[in-house]
């Protein structure tokens, strides 16, 4: 079982920048192929992908948050970062992680507690 603690959330200004981190802990194991994504979700909206990092670094970007957003992972710590600048209002959202199907979209885990991002404008 993999839990997801999610942190670095806060309020900031459009403009401004955020660093969120997506720490696993307990039976954590690599899954073949599998990908670790960063996940929002705004009010009275579906979660959505934001971007996913593969075990051998390839990235992807939903394009909203293309040139904006920077997914990194340190496998050592089994912790994935996700750098966020020139934040926008629209960015206001919780944030979550979790493995993935990079293929498929399928999630493995239960979902953390996540972290609220808040944009003011």
């Known amino acids: 079982q993999v839990q997801f603690v999610e942190s670095g959330g806060g309020l900031v200004q459009a403009g401004g920048s955020l660093r969120l981190s997506c720490a696993a802990s307990g039976s954590t194991f690599s899954i073949n192929g599998a990908a670790r994504g960063w996940y929002r979700q705004a009010p009275g909206k579906q979660r959505e992908l934001v971007a996913a990092i593969s075990s051998v670094g390839i990235t992807n970007y939903a394009d909203s948050v293309k040139g904006r957003f920077t997914i990194s992972r340190d496998n050592a710590k089994n912790t994935v970062y996700l750098q966020m600048n020139s934040l926008k209002p629209e960015d206001t959202a919780v944030y979550y992680c979790?493995?993935?199907?990079?293929?498929?979209?399928?999630?493995?885990?239960?979902w953390g507690q996540g972290t609220q991002v808040t944009v003011s404008s």
């Open positions: 979790n493995d993935m199907n990079p293929r498929t979209g399928f999630t493995f885990h239960s």
